[in-house]
């Protein structure tokens, strides 16, 4: 029924976002509900309510942040919405949002109560799904998925779930853009290995063939990253990037191999042992000394019945 007068309810909601917090608030919810339905979520696009919601949200005492932050995931659903946060159509102008809104992801508190920009993580993966959201958030000289990646150890699950999305749907640029993912070497091999090493603490033989920001973390007891989406998303993301020679070299040189060896030992999710054994597979039909005999997934059963992979 609301959808049918949409062409008037839309823009009225819309405008409403400026009034005062008793006004604003039951509008910007309306909007977030209504825009869980693409159509509609399609006709805010269309009616500007993309840079509506950011003019807003930077206005001083905004008092609807976090539910502005919601309209937006619902609104980037659609590659309308990415298109318009991105400022596509905007030369001069293209990227400004998303600067703002890693930057406030980034300054914001996670341990604040509520924890307003939080959802800015969802909005991260959604535009990350697009070829010319990947490449904004690449740009060596914007530096955004530095700013980013360094969010991952924040005790926010959404947080981190969002950071480690984003990270995966960057490497997909990897075939091209990977000199720009290795320059941020010492925070991506982190944000990818840790929550695949397994609970162990490794070895000094092990940690001293680690970047220290690696074996420092190694060396002691740590909290799993309980999320299997997480270690999934991280798994995906370092098997794009071995796809490369120069991402194979990376890998081997925070000594990789060793800690998927270690954390796949340790792991008993299938979904999650799926994507390790993705890896072992390539790592045999790809990496020097490896012999072609291994095209199955390169895991052995000993005798005591543990799981081992194939160096």
């Known amino acids: 029924m609301l959808g049918k007068c949409c062409g008037v309810l839309l823009p009225s909601l819309s405008r409403l976002l400026a009034e005062k917090k008793e006004v604003s608030e039951p509008a910007a919810e309306a909007l977030v509900n209504l825009s869980q339905n693409s159509d509609l979520a ?35 659903q659609l590659d309308a919405g990415i298109d318009s946060l991105l400022q596509s159509g905007d030369e001069k102008m293209k990227g ?9 992801f980034c300054t914001s508190s ?33 530096g955004l998925l530095k700013q980013i990646i360094r969010q991952f150890d924040s005790v926010s699950p959404l947080r981190k779930k969002g950071v480690s999305g984003t990270i995966r749907n960057c490497c997909f640029e990897a075939e091209s853009q990977l000199q720009n993912l290795l320059l941020i070497s010492e925070f991506l091999w982190p944000a990818l290995l840790l929550p695949v090493a397994g609970n162990k603490i490794y070895s000094e033989q092990d940690a001293s063939k680690m970047p220290l920001e690696l074996a420092s973390a190694l060396s002691i007891e740590r909290e799993p990253v309980a999320d299997p989406d997480i270690r999934v998303q991280a798994l995906e993301a370092i098997y794009l990037l071995v796809l490369q020679e120069a991402g194979r070299r990376a890998f081997w040189s925070v000594n990789g191999p060793r800690i998927l060896q270690v954390g796949y030992e340790d792991e008993g999710h299938p979904k999650v042992m799926e994507a390790y054994e993705q890896i072992g597979a390539l790592k045999c039909n790809l990496f020097p000394g490896v012999g072609s005999c291994c095209k199955r997934a390169a895991l052995v059963i000993n005798p005591r019945g543990h799981r081992t992979w194939l160096m």
């Open 96 to 104: 400004l949002y998303i600067m703002k809104l890693v930057r406030s």
């Open 42 to 76: 399609k006709k805010m696009v269309d009616t500007g309510v993309v840079e509506t919601a950011m003019e807003i949200l930077y206005k001083e005492n905004c008092e609807i942040t976090g539910l502005l932050v919601m309209l937006l995931v619902n609104l980037t």
């Open 110 to 142: 996670s341990e604040r109560r509520g924890d307003p920009f939080e959802h800015v993580a969802s909005v991260l993966v959604n535009i990350s799904k697009k070829e010319a959201g990947r490449k904004l958030l690449l740009d060596p000289r914007r």
